[in-house]
């Protein structure tokens, strides 16, 4: 039987939605707490505060003498499963065919919580657990972990940890596991642009400027044909990389054309070294472009009164979220568009750990004995996520590896992850721990 099945299938059931308004968001935290309680885990809380999702917690001590604690991140929450008619399966429901497992949530991240419970558990049967191991298991993740910051400095001591294993991670289009050692930062917000209290006839465009055309003229002055960005001193905080970095970044491969092929992308690459560009390069994407009349057809015609880009910023060390959006605020004064709006700025600086810290060393080459198609190291991840706020907690490396793989499709319709990766993952699992306390 698949190692935590019966979990899976109960903790998958939840439809713990954070973005939808009903969810079941609370009733998720109060299973987790319980599963844990049943499950033998000391110190089970739902830790709270004023402005964030609760989140559940959890200790379970070493068998042996150890000084190494290793804190597990995950997220309960998951994304919309919506468009429903795009799955072949119920989303909320665990399947299995073809050597797979289907479900919202089996990849990103409740299948990563049950991969990791089962190999604690086989340690723990044999009488073997070497470290002592620390949950938090939050339930904003989607939403971008707003207000995270809040709950982990108010609960600092408790989250004291050694070592921090990231959410998230697995094998690229290759078949190599990721082994990363980071995350981008990002930084999202939206640009409006307004000149009327209703929309217009839009034979009124010979005398009335456009808000669409102003806006996509202001963004125009971004970013150029090239895909540089061009605001003044976007580049000029970018911490440079160390001579182990450089290396990392150098050794560094990306399958492109599969990634293509696979994404069914019809241009090409925006760059001659996208392995480099995914970790080490800021980028500037537009997220979504509305205004005026969106519907079928072509008959309206209209001058809209409100333009709206959704804009998103990956950034590297050294750059900050603040900054980046005074610099974005300068430029387009600069160039005449002070009407612009700026607006729901959210955001997260970026990480990376240590490559040479003693226990990356250790649970790398642990990755390479039991990863025999190949590990490749990542300085960090071209996502973003909410590491610097736990580092900045315990000041310990942060690694991300997992059980994904390059079609596991997050976010989208039939979620999946093979059974072959998952269980190759606890396998690892229950090598890396043992590693850790010998490296200690």
């Excluded at 959890?58 to 190494?68: F, G, K, L, N, T």
């Excluded at 387009?332 to 959210?346: K, P, V």
């Amino acid at each position: 039987m698949l190692p935590q099945i019966e979990f899976l299938k109960q903790y998958l059931s939840f439809q713990s939605v954070s973005l939808h308004a009903h969810n079941q968001i609370q009733a998720t935290a109060e299973f987790l707490r319980n599963h844990f309680e049943s499950i033998g885990a000391q110190n089970v809380q739902i830790l709270t505060t004023d402005v964030t999702n609760p989140a559940v917690y959890a200790e379970i001590p070493a068998q042996v003498p150890s000084d190494i604690t290793v804190l597990f991140y995950n997220h309960y929450d998951v994304q919309p499963a919506e468009p429903l008619d795009l799955w072949d399966t119920d989303p909320f429901k665990l399947a299995e065919h073809d050597g797979k497992l289907f479900a919202r949530g089996i990849n990103d991240d409740k299948g990563e919580l049950a991969a990791r419970l089962a190999a604690i558990d086989d340690l723990r049967q044999a009488g073997k657990l070497p470290v002592n191991v620390k949950f938090l298991v939050e339930g904003a993740e989607e939403q971008g972990s707003p207000h995270l910051e809040v709950l982990l400095n108010k609960y600092a001591e408790l989250l004291k940890a050694d070592f921090c294993l990231w959410e998230s991670g697995g094998k690229d289009e290759n078949g190599e596991l990721k082994f990363s050692l980071g995350v981008k930062g990002g930084v999202a917000f939206q640009l409006t642009a307004r000149n009327a209290d209703h929309d217009l006839h839009s034979s009124l465009g010979a005398i009335t400027e456009n808000p669409a055309w102003h806006l996509v003229q202001a963004l125009a002055t971004l970013k150029n044909d090239a895909g540089e960005i061009t605001i003044p001193g976007f580049y000029e905080d970018i911490i440079p990389l160390t001579p182990t970095q450089k290396q990392i970044v150098a050794d560094s491969e990306f399958d492109y054309a599969t990634y293509a092929k696979n994404a069914g992308l019809t241009r090409p690459a925006t760059t001659d070294n996208p392995a480099a560009a995914l970790v080490d390069q800021p980028s500037f994407t537009i997220n979504g472009l509305s205004s005026g009349y969106e519907g079928p057809g072509t008959g309206k015609m209209i001058l809209p009164h409100v333009a709206v880009a959704k804009l998103d910023f990956r950034i590297v060390p050294g750059q900050t979220v603040e900054h980046t959006i005074e610099l974005v605020r300068q430029a387009l004064d600069a160039n005449g568009f002070e009407d612009i709006e700026i607006s729901g700025l959210l955001g997260e600086p970026a990480f990376r750990s240590d490559p040479d810290h003693p226990l990356v060393q250790a649970a790398l080459n642990v990755a390479r004995d039991a990863y025999p198609d190949g590990v490749s190291v990542v300085l960090n991840s071209s996502g973003s996520g909410p590491m610097p706020y736990f580092y900045a907690v315990n000041h310990a490396p942060i690694i991300s590896v997992g059980i994904s793989n390059a079609n596991s499709a997050a976010h989208g319709p039939n979620e999946n992850v093979t059974v072959a990766d998952y269980m190759q993952f606890i396998d690892y699992l229950k090598a890396m721990l043992p590693a850790l306390a010998t490296n200690s």
